[in-house]
Structures are given as C-alpha cells and as structure tokens.
C-alpha cells in the first residue's frame, strides 16, 4: 500500500544491539534470515538487489548487470585481477570454497536463483552457530555457490568497480589505477560500527550528511 510496484517485507525485529556483532549469535541469527526473504521476493515475481548497508553506492549499478544471468555477486577477495578478468565463479580456495562475499546480491526470478537460494538455506541448517565456532552465513553462501554452480548461470562482478573493503581501503595504488572505476565499495576488512563510520569520514565516503535534509532519518551522529 504504501510503496506500489515494490516488494517490501517487514519481518519481526531481533534485538539491534546483539544483531551489530559480527561473530556473535545474534549476528547469525539475524543475518541466516538473509536467503529466506529473498527467496520469498523471488517467488513474488521480482528482480532483488540486496547489499550490505556497509556500502556506498558511487554509480547506478544496474548498467553493469550484464546479460540475463540467474544472480550476480562480488568476491571477498584482495588479490588484484586484471580489468577484464572472467565473471566465472572463481575456483575454490584452501577451505575447499570460494570466497564470494554475500554483501551485494542481485537475482532474477528464476528457477535457478531460487535454487540457489534453497541450497544457501540448508547449508544454514548444515552450520549452525556455537561458542566453539562462531559461524556466519558467508561461508554457507559459497558452499550454496560452489553445490550448484553446474545449475545456476553465475556471475562475478568486476572487482574494480566492486572492491572489496580489503582492498580499496589497503591498496591506495590500486585505487588511483582504477580511478572512476569504482562503483559500489563495501567498508569490510574492519570490525565496529564506530570505526566503519570512521574510516568512510577519512576516505570521502560519507555522503549521509550532505543529503540530510533529502533522508528522512535526518542527520546521523
């Protein structure tokens, strides 16, 4: 009703506070709801695009979702790639997966990203969280990936234009050499709301304050 043509769900709120720690229970717990919603957007008919709210958006992304695949995604990777390296789902790495980041995803409404989707919930299921191992739902992601790449049409971003936090932030050469490449950056590789808000201030990435009047959040401190 109040948002016509969009797909909005507004599940119940977990504790805020316990959901902000990475590693904590909470943490997983809020964001191993991820898969569901976005299935369920899927089997509503529509196209998703999910990112991180740890992401500054630079250009409109959509000009670069090339062709028709099943789902897009950017690898959590810093080692450096050529400017025109595949879009194949990388190989796996030494824990036997690779390591695609699950902080920006887009799908269509096919069979395939519905697969894709069902498979990341079991492996979920596979992985809870404990003390001992303080999962996170990333690495489900890519073993969902990697199990059913053979039925899904897969494709990975250009690492210029959707830079790791890793690596844009670590590698100031890299990002004078791709200079108006970038186009969505994740302020990953560092823990702490504080600190993300931070280093964004530091790099010119703070872009909340001088839109405030346009939010309806208004100026956040």
């Given at each position: 009703?109040?948002?016509?043509?969009?797909?909005v769900l507004i599940p119940p709120a977990l504790d805020s506070q316990i959901a902000h720690k990475?590693?904590?229970?909470?943490?997983?717990?809020?964001?191993?709801?991820?898969?569901?919603?976005?299935?369920?957007?899927?089997?509503?008919?529509y196209n998703v695009m999910y990112n991180d709210v740890d992401m500054v958006w630079l250009q409109?992304?959509?000009?670069?979702?090339?062709?028709?695949?099943?789902?897009?995604?950017?690898?959590?990777?810093?080692?450096?790639?050529?400017?025109?390296?595949?879009?194949?789902?990388?190989?796996?790495?030494?824990?036997?997966?690779?390591?695609?980041?699950?902080?920006?995803?887009?799908?269509?409404?096919?069979?395939?990203?519905?697969?894709?989707?069902?498979?990341?919930?079991?492996?979920?299921?596979?992985?809870?969280?404990?003390?001992?191992?303080?999962?996170?739902?990333?690495?489900?992601?890519?073993?969902?990936?990697?199990?059913?790449?053979?039925?899904?049409?897969?494709?990975?971003?250009?690492?210029?234009?959707?830079?790791?936090?890793?690596?844009?932030?670590?590698?100031?050469?890299?990002?004078?050499?791709?200079?108006?490449?970038?186009?969505?950056?994740?302020?990953?590789?560092?823990?702490?709301?504080?600190?993300?808000?931070?280093?964004?201030?530091?790099?010119?990435?703070?872009?909340?304050?001088?839109?405030?009047?346009?939010?309806?959040?208004?100026?956040?401190?």
């Amino acid at each position: 009703e109040k948002w016509p043509g969009h797909a909005v769900l507004i599940p119940p709120a977990l504790d805020s506070q316990i959901a902000h720690k990475f590693g904590s229970q909470g943490f997983f717990n809020f964001t191993a709801r991820r898969p569901q919603h976005l299935l369920q957007i899927l089997e509503l008919g529509y196209n998703v695009m999910y990112n991180d709210v740890d992401m500054v958006w630079l250009q409109d992304p959509f000009k670069y979702l090339e062709g028709s695949h099943d789902a897009y995604f950017m690898d959590d990777m810093t080692a450096i790639k050529p400017l025109d390296h595949s879009h194949d789902l990388p190989p796996p790495g030494k824990k036997g997966r690779t390591y695609i980041c699950s902080c920006m995803i887009f799908l269509r409404p096919t069979n395939g990203a519905k697969l894709l989707m069902k498979k990341w919930i079991e492996e979920l299921q596979d992985q809870p969280w404990s003390r001992a191992k303080k999962a996170n739902d990333q690495p489900a992601f890519n073993w969902a990936l990697n199990k059913t790449a053979h039925q899904v049409d897969l494709y990975l971003l250009s690492q210029a234009a959707f830079p790791t936090g890793g690596l844009y932030f670590k590698n100031g050469t890299w990002v004078k050499e791709t200079k108006g490449k970038h186009v969505i950056i994740h302020n990953n590789y560092i823990l702490g709301f504080d600190k993300k808000i931070k280093r964004f201030r530091e790099f010119g990435l703070w872009l909340v304050d001088d839109h405030a009047l346009e939010s309806p959040l208004g100026k956040l401190k």
